[in-house]
């Protein structure tokens, strides 16, 4: 009975490890980045240019339970499995924030985009949603006009004229990247870079490290569903004692 106690306590424990789920869309990165204390804006900056190591390091890994589990043999395969994905985690990070940094130095020639609301980095992390996708397969479709909608709008003192109109640049909702991508804008600005943003995508569809980063967040993303399922049958096994 108590070995049976013990392994039901193993379960539930084991059940409640977060497992962040990596996968094209990026959204993983964001919430990486959103436990990092800081101005955002400073934090993507850092990140972009080197400056800041972004590592995944889990609470849970020092827990007593955790440690205590090393003390029971037949569970050992199954911590090594859970502890290369947390290797793993940070080698696509570590690799995405690269992809990210080679997309920034493609920028620099370009008219400076502001950092304080967000423009630089949404550019860029776009670009690389575009790109991600396109190799995982969820969006084949060649980048073109059709992707992006330009929002008039209206500058800050409702002046309607063309010239003085602040503007912004969306991803199209059937897009990969579906929302704002740049604002605060005159219309000549929003269309220089919406060609910009097509034409990095269509440059990084051919950058063979990006497709191999897509095909690790895709391997990632089936260990992390091999944990799952590990982890049922260990919940299995301790219902049968």
Known sequence: M?????????????????????????????????????????????????????????????????????????LLPFLRTLEEYVWTINECTRDTVTLLQAIADDLSTAPPLENSNGNRWRFILTVGLGTLTWFWGTHLASPSFRDYVIDPGQNSEGDDSVELRSVSLNGAESSPFGGLILEGLTEDDAKFFRDLHIQLRVNYRTKEAAQTLAAKLASTDLMRLQIIERTAQLGQLSQRR
């Not at 020092?62 to 440690?67: D, E, F, G, L, M």
């Open 2 to 74: 108590e070995e049976q106690a013990r392994l039901e306590h193993v379960v539930v424990f084991v059940r409640s490890i977060p497992l962040p789920e990596v996968s094209s869309h990026l959204h993983w990165l964001e919430e990486s980045i959103d436990t990092i204390e800081g101005i955002k804006e400073d934090i993507h900056e850092q990140l972009l240019q080197g400056d800041l190591d972004l590592i995944y390091q889990p609470d849970w890994v020092q827990h007593p339970t955790y440690i205590g589990l090393r003390q029971v043999p037949r």
